[in-house]
Antibody, heavy 119, light 108 residues
Framework: QVQLHESGPGLVKPSETLSLTCTVS?????????WGWIRQPPGKGLEWIEN???????YYNPSLRSRVTISLDTSKNQFSLQLTSVTAADTAVYYC????????????WGQGTLVTVSS | EVVLTQSPGTLSLSPGQRAALSCRAS???????LAWYQQKPGQAPRVLIY???SRATGIPDRFSGSGSGTDFTLTISRLEPEDFAVYYC?????????FGQGTKVEIK
């Protein structure tokens, strides 16, 4: 059973960089799967941000491509999100997710962490 | 980018009734890569259906998915109290993932 847990600051100032880490347990991130991030602004729907394959190949939402980075830390079995130049529109609950290769759906989710962008 | 449009935005029904939720794509979607999720307040979404019609592990058989091409449907045969929630469809087109805007199923 894969378990994911997000961690990082709950408050980020406008124009700064949002950084979150997802710690994975129950499975190695170097195994044959994708890992990723999804966000949900308060009261709104889900938005896929980015994914990374165990090999390091990355996939980004075109609307966020210029501002996001995803990376793996295999020594800690973690992966991370960085979102630069944040604005209030980036305020959301951020979920880290596991993607089942083949059907390509999100089968495991972290509990989510609320990040507020405010000065 | 494939845009998914869900309808209706809100569905007001009573327990025991049947719910039919629509998901329409802006271009043809490979049905192998169409999924449905349920989200309750304060919780992460959970997958119900993948491959357009396959139930995920532990999902009751009152949930079913159908469709192909650009039109997909999630059906809940008889609503239970715990089924009142928001439902999202999601697709993968080979390089990116997109979600519909969601359908809220509320108690009438």
């Amino acid at each position: 059973q894969v378990q994911l847990h997000e961690s990082g600051p709950g408050l980020v100032k406008p124009s700064e960089t949002l950084s979150l880490t997802c710690t994975v347990s129950g499975y190695s991130i170097t195994s044959y799967y994708y890992w990723g991030w999804i966000r949900q602004p308060p009261g709104k729907g889900l938005e896929w941000i980015e994914n990374i394959y165990h090999s390091g190949s990355t996939y980004y939402n075109p609307s966020l491509r210029s501002r996001v980075t995803i990376s793996l830390d295999t020594s800690k079995n973690q992966f991370s999100l960085q979102l630069t130049s944040v604005t209030a529109a980036d305020t959301a609950v951020y979920y880290c997710v596991h993607i089942l290769t083949g059907p390509f759906y999100f089968d495991y989710w972290g509990q989510g962490t609320l990040v507020t962008v405010s000065s | 980018e494939v845009v998914l449009t869900q309808s209706p935005g809100t569905l007001s029904l009573s327990p025991g009734q049947r719910a039919a939720l629509s998901c329409r794509a802006s271009q043809s979607v490979n049905s192998s890569y169409l999924a449905w999720y349920q989200q309750k307040p304060g919780q992460a979404p959970r997958v119900l259906i993948y491959g357009a019609s396959s139930r995920a592990t532990g999902i009751p058989d009152r949930f079913s998915g159908s469709g192909s091409g650009t039109d997909f449907t999630l059906t809940i045969s008889r609503l239970e109290p715990e089924d009142f929630a928001v439902y999202y469809c999601q697709q993968y087109d080979g390089s990116s993932w997109t979600f519909g805007q969601g359908t809220k199923v509320e108690i009438k």
